[in-house]
């Protein structure tokens, strides 16, 4: 059956450390694999898009990766900060009989600590 | 920017109640999304509307319809609501052919069912 994991225990870490969150699929093959970033209460919003083609994408501290082999992809935040704490989600994106379907993850809440 | 608005934060409903949930988006995209989020389970598809008057089954669609008559709106519909649907419920928007496929959430309707 398909899969989507994501690290179902809280992240933990220090302010100015850099977070890696990992995300894990079977039973697809996603054209692309999107992040957003969800806070308590509010709509997920949308982050990053990494295609299948593509190794590592930036954007500010932001970086992700994407591995179509072991079929997996991290989500590293660098140089965090408490404002960063949220639940983060990886979606992928997949052709579903002529259609462009989004599933999503469970989500990987992070704390960054002061 | 792009609004995606949500008729009802919070809603309390009785078993058997016919519920609606409205979302309504302000950019004129064509893709829209109904998904409910729970614990440990993450977000799952509901249905997805692709344009007026189109619908197509998510994940899990049973128990639920859906309306699309207009570009903008797009209604969720519990004919006789359960309590295994008290969830939160998040509708989506998305334009097609952009670069990122980047959904566009509303904040939420949180409906418990009695």
């Known amino acids: 059956s398909q899969k989507i994991e994501q690290n179902s225990e809280a992240l933990n870490i220090q302010e100015g450390k850099t977070a890696t969150l990992t995300c894990n699929y079977t039973n697809y093959s996603p054209a692309y694999l999107q992040w957003y970033r969800q806070d308590p209460g509010r709509g997920p919003v949308f982050l990053l898009l990494i295609r299948e083609n593509e190794k590592e994408k930036r954007k500010e501290r932001l970086k992700v990766t994407f591995d179509t082999t072991l079929k997996q992809s991290l989500f590293h935040i660098t140089a965090s900060q408490p404002a960063d704490s949220a639940t983060y989600l990886c979606?992928?994106?997949?052709?579903?009989?002529?259609?462009?379907?989004?599933?999503f993850g469970t989500g990987t809440k992070l704390q960054v600590i002061p | 920017d792009v609004k995606v608005t949500q008729s009802s934060r919070y809603l309390v409903k009785r078993t058997g109640e016919k519920v609606f949930l409205e979302c309504v988006q302000d950019m004129d995209h064509e893709n829209m999304f109904w998904y409910r989020q729970d614990p440990g389970l993450g977000l799952r598809l509901i249905y997805f509307s692709y344009d007026v008057k189109m619908k197509e089954k998510g994940d899990i669609p049973e128990g639920y319809s859906v309306s699309r008559e207009k570009k903008e709106r797009f209604s969720l519909i519990l004919e006789s609501a359960s309590t295994n649907q008290t969830s939160m419920y998040l509708c989506?928007?998305?334009?097609?052919?952009?670069?990122?496929?980047?959904?566009?959430f509303g904040e939420g309707s949180r409906l418990t069912v009695l």
């Open positions: 979606a992928l994106g997949a052709n579903s009989g002529g259609y462009q379907k989004v599933t």
């Open positions: 989506a928007s998305r334009l097609t052919g952009t670069d990122t496929g980047e959904l566009f």
